[in-house]
């Protein structure tokens, strides 16, 4: 039983590198062959990530703190190292997929078993939606990695006694905060990982020391950018300003098929306003709205859930599934279509169509 054991766990390790290696390979060659120029959030991270670069200043168009620093950081370390390259920060990602593919393939054997975990591995290697993803500058492309990170160093923890134990669970506060930083939704993830981390499943047993480790460390990787934004007259608590003006594009007249309407952020004047004051206007506006319609809410809120269940395969996905030169071309068109300007060929934004439609 004992020597089975041991074939059973070098298995998985074998087989998480040789899908790692896998993986690496397919998103290598996506990343090299893949041409994709940033538009929208994209085009915002990298500017953010060389302005800091280049003037040690963090925040644009006089909002500083629209963006948590984790993934425009990620960006600001690649362009150190090798300039600002696009391709090169594809190529990084490409190698942080293939790491998830890995670890998705040791988590898979700890709580299920070996054989699926090599089916979750390889169907995140295939995965057309991740794969989609490697060359974006998407702060997806860390968040993921880091999600996965984080539940591996809990599912370690639960299964170990002693130093390894708190090493682990350190760890995954470390991995919980960081991901924050990168999207600050993975505050609603706070809880459960609590959870993970202060019950054991397997001894059905409660451990306050690991959750409080957990929390502690958690709370030491916010702290810098949570002074930094009391200081700078935010109030206390402030992860990022973005937090009203997505309430209210979500909420509002125009919010119909995806659950949402980007045009409704123009719908409001705020020009006078400063950075926190229209967070403040744009939740407050929201709110208004939900009151007013509580039957549309209830609509928007089934529309919302169906896509985070992933029923209705990702936009940005649909987009860059075959990230061609001509393809970029035309995507880049009815981002300038769709931002207002009117001057924009026809023929790429029916090019731009039919490939999302496609995809």
């Not at 030491?220 to 009391?230: G, I, Q, S, T």
């Not at 009815?334 to 731009?352: C, F, I, K, P, Q």
Request: proline fraction near 4%.
């Amino acid at each position: 039983m004992e020597w089975r054991a041991v074939v059973l766990i070098g298995s998985k390790y074998r087989i998480a590198c040789a899908v790692f290696l896998l993986s690496l390979l397919v998103r290598a060659l996506w990343a090299g062959l893949a041409y994709v120029t940033p538009i929208s959030d994209f085009n915002g991270y990298d500017t953010l990530a060389w302005k800091w670069i280049s003037t040690g200043d963090f925040g644009l168009e006089g909002r500083v703190a629209y963006r948590t620093p984790g993934y425009p950081g990620f960006l600001a370390l690649i362009y150190l190292v090798v300039g600002h390259s696009w391709k090169a920060a594809g190529v990084v990602q490409a190698l942080l997929g293939a790491l998830t593919s890995g670890m998705l393939v040791l988590l898979a054997a700890t709580v299920l078993s070996v054989r699926a975990s090599m089916v979750a591995g390889l169907l995140h290697t295939f995965s057309p939606a991740a794969l989609a993803y490697v060359p974006i500058l998407a702060s997806e492309n860390l968040a993921v990695p880091l999600v996965v990170a984080g539940l591996l160093c809990l599912t370690v923890a639960d299964r170990r006694t002693g130093v390894i134990r708190y090493a682990a669970v350190a760890g995954s506060g470390v991995i919980m905060g960081l991901l924050i930083l990168v999207r600050p939704i993975g505050v609603f993830m706070l809880p459960g990982a609590v959870l993970l981390a202060a019950y054991s499943p397997q001894k059905h047993a409660w451990r306050l020391g690991p959750a409080l480790v957990f929390l502690g460390l958690t709370a030491a990787m916010l702290a810098p950018w949570l002074v930094r934004n009391h200081l700078a007259g935010f109030g206390a608590g402030t992860l990022s300003t973005t937090g009203g003006l997505n309430a209210w594009m979500g909420n509002n007249d125009a919010a119909v098929g995806r659950g949402y309407s980007k045009i409704a952020q123009s719908a409001l004047d705020l020009s006078g306003l400063g950075e926190k004051e229209r967070d403040v206007a744009y939740r407050d506006a929201a709110l208004t709205w939900v009151r007013a319609h509580p039957g549309r809410y209830l609509a928007l809120c089934r529309t919302r859930a169906v896509r985070l269940l992933g029923v209705e395969p990702d936009v940005w996905a649909a987009k860059y599934l075959v990230p061609t030169r001509e393809n970029d071309a035309a995507m880049r068109a009815r981002h300038r279509r769709e931002t207002g300007n009117r001057s924009v060929s026809g023929s790429l934004l029916s090019r731009a169509r039919a490939v999302q439609s496609r995809n």
